[in-house]
C-alpha cells in the first residue's frame, strides 16, 4: 500500500503538480484549487526580508530584528532563528518556481535530504512570484560569497573583508 502512496506522489512530481506545507509556509495561501495565492501582509515581509539581505543584513540579525517587531514566524512561533531566515532565502518558491522532492520518506519511514536518490522536478513559473527572479539571484550570489570559506564577507560596509589579520 505505501508503494502505491509513494508511486503516486512521484506520479504528481513528474506531472508538475505541486504540493506545500501551507502551515509553515509564509506569503502564500492556499487557493480555491489548492494553488498558490499570495497573502500580502505576510509576503511584505518576505519581501523585508530579502531587502534587509540585499541591505547587507545577516540571516541571524534579520531573524533578531524580527522578532523585535513581534512578527510571528512561518510556523506560528514568536523567536525567529537564522535557519528560517535562510529559508526563506533560498527557497525557489518565493520567485513563482518550485523545486519537487528535496526530501524523500526512505523505507524506515524517515524523511531524508534527497541528494540524488530520487529523481526531482523543477517547475517553473509555478505560481506568482512574491521576489523577481532576479532578485531571488541576487541573494543566492551574495549567500555563497558569505558562506565560511568563502573569505567570510558580511557584507556590511565596503570595507568589510578587506583587512585580514595574520596569524
Known sequence: MKDNGTWGMRKRFADGKVTVPFGRFLGYDRGEYGNLVIKEERAKIVREIYGFFLQGRSPYQIAKMLTEKGIPTPGGKKIWGKAVVESILTSEKYKGDALLQKVYTTDFQEEKKNEGEVSQYYVEGNHEAIISPAVFDNVQVL???????????????????????VD
Do not use: A, L
Not at 549567500?143 to 589579520?165: D, L, T
Open 143 to 165: 549567500m555563497q560569497s558569505r558562506e565560511k570559506g568563502n573569505g567570510r564577507n558580511s557584507c556590511v560596509s565596503i570595507f568589510s573583508s578587506k583587512i585580514r589579520c
